[in-house]
């Protein structure tokens, strides 16, 4: 899975890195440890040339109330499930990062870990995104693909975000959902890099630098992870 994520790059930085404009300059901020449920900065297939930031989790079509919608979608079953229909056919998106978190089960503990990309100072993760529309609200929402653990996540986790190539964003965004699903693989794990951190990244109120910070003992605890958050839906 795919249960936080960073995105701490400059402004300009930023815009020149995916060649789009922010939504809204005065909005932008960096940020260390983006939680579900927060604002995260993506790129739609509808405008590929701006930057917007869209609620972490797609609420179902279906829902009456807003609620903190489903945050990860697996890619080998995304096409078959109902709640992802549309999105899926037809509004895919980038999620852009500067790095995501993941937790390593150790006996009774868990040690986060930060993954990113050492020759990149963004990328992009593979998501798809829908309007939902309620009696007093219009959210737009967004989820994160996952897939296969590569080499270097098979010891942290079971499960990865699709992390998209360079190359491969704007084909993302442009073809058929067919190619799509065959472009949903690990990413190879030479080209990315995993930090033990610190249990600072557990408690999502700590956002500032000191969450990246690199540590060579084990860490534990997780139990501030999802604090504030209730039941967090992976389909």
């Known amino acids: 899975m795919c249960g936080r994520n960073s995105l701490f790059i400059d402004l300009e930085d930023l815009e020149q890195r ?30 590929p040339d701006e930057i917007k930031r869209f609620h972490w989790g797609l609420i179902p079509f279906w829902a009456d109330e ?27 998106c980038l999620v852009l990062s500067t790095g995501f978190y993941e937790w390593q089960s150790k006996g009774g503990s868990k040690q986060p870990y930060r993954i990113f990309r050492e020759d990149d100072p963004a990328f992009a993760m593979a998501g798809i995104w829908d309007q939902w529309e309620g009696d007093s609200a219009s959210i737009s929402c967004m989820s994160i693909l996952t897939t296969e653990p590569n080499d270097l996540m098979k010891p942290i986790h079971d ?18 959902s067919e190619h799509r699903k065959e472009m949903c693989r690990p990413y190879p794990d030479e080209d990315l890099a995993a930090d033990p951190i610190t249990t600072r990244v557990n408690n999502p109120q700590n956002d500032d630098p000191q969450v990246i910070e690199s540590i060579d003992s084990e860490q534990s605890g997780l139990d501030e992870f999802f604090r504030g958050f209730g039941d967090l839906n992976i389909v």
């Open 18 to 47: 995916f060649e789009a404009k922010v939504e809204s300059e005065e909005a932008y901020e960096t940020r260390y440890n983006i939680a579900p449920g927060g604002r995260m900065e993506i790129i739609t297939n509808n405008s």
């Open 66 to 92: 807003p609620e903190e919608g489903i945050i990860n979608a697996r890619s080998e079953t995304v096409d078959e499930k109902r709640v992802f229909e549309q999105s899926w056919e037809s509004h895919p």
């Open 159 to 176: 499960r990865m975000p699709v992390v998209l190539p360079k190359d491969a964003e704007d084909v993302w965004l442009s073809t058929g």
